[in-house]
């Protein structure tokens, strides 16, 4: 019986998945850039990988603030699947929060600091 709860209790805890766009290749990437680059919309780009621990402590408040700020788009690149990328914005740690606008890096956090991370967002979405 626990485990069919469980079973139940998972969409949920998914559903916050939906607010993050996961991308997983370099071509999806570059379509996602491209559709966004020119955009006046608040993009906030997490670099992560699967084996970091702040990386998966961090990732709730990640979703939540991708659920709770509607407004901003949120990207979720794993380091070791696309590591040109990584290079690309000079992401030297995990995780590495870059938020972009216009095209442009507007500001960045590195590390699981979720209150720096939301101050951020909060400042620069508008």
Known sequence: MGLRFSSRAKPAADEGDSHVVAIHSESAWNDHWKSHKDSSKLMVIDF???WCGP?????????????????????KIDVDELSE??????????????????????????????????????????
């Open 48 to 50: 992560s990988a699967s």
């Open 55 to 75: 990386c998966r402590f961090i990732e709730p408040a990640f979703k939540a603030m991708a659920a709770k700020y509607a407004d901003v788009v949120f990207v």
């Open 85 to 126: 990328v990584s290079e690309q914005w000079k992401v030297e740690a995990m995780p590495t929060f870059v938020l972009v606008k216009g095209g442009s890096e507007v500001g960045r956090v590195v590390g699981a600091q979720k209150d720096e991370l939301e101050k951020k967002i909060q400042q620069l979405r508008a």
